[in-house]
Nanobody, 116 residues
Framework: QVQLVESGGGVVQAGDSLRLSCAAS????????MTWYRQAPGKQRELVAYIISDGQTYYADSVKGRFTISADNAKATMYLQMNSLGPEDTAIYSC??????????WGQGTQVTVSS
């Protein structure tokens, strides 16, 4: 079992930055991929970025060049640095992890609101 807790959301203005955190606990040594998703009101959940245990990363086109995903293994925490935020980035951001044994776990989500 893995527990995930997100933090760092808030209300910001367009052009501002935020850093989200996702702290993992439990059976963290089995984690293979950690992913940030977001879901805006009335829209489907969207994959934002992910980081694999070997350090490879992936970004959705909508955030490429503005968002940076990283992980601090010592702190068992994943981050999402979000720069140049716009109203289109307003959503609930959730972290997810998948394990080598096929498990998948979700955090509770954190709200990001960007005003124009």
């Amino acid at each position: 079992q893995v527990q995930l807790v997100e933090s760092g959301g808030g209300v910001v203005q367009a052009g501002d930055s935020l850093r989200l955190s996702c702290a993992a606990s439990g059976s963290i040594f089995g984690i293979h991929v950690m992913t940030w998703y977001r879901q805006a009101p009335g829209k489907q959940r969207e994959l934002v970025a992910y980081i694999i245990s070997d350090g490879q990363t992936y970004y959705a086109d909508s955030v490429k060049g503005r968002f940076t995903i990283s992980a601090d293994n010592a702190k068992a925490t994943m981050y999402l640095q979000m720069n140049s935020l716009g109203p289109e980035d307003t959503a609930i951001y959730s972290c997810n992890c998948s394990t080598w044994t096929g498990g998948a776990y979700w955090g509770q989500g954190t709200q990001v609101t960007v005003s124009s």
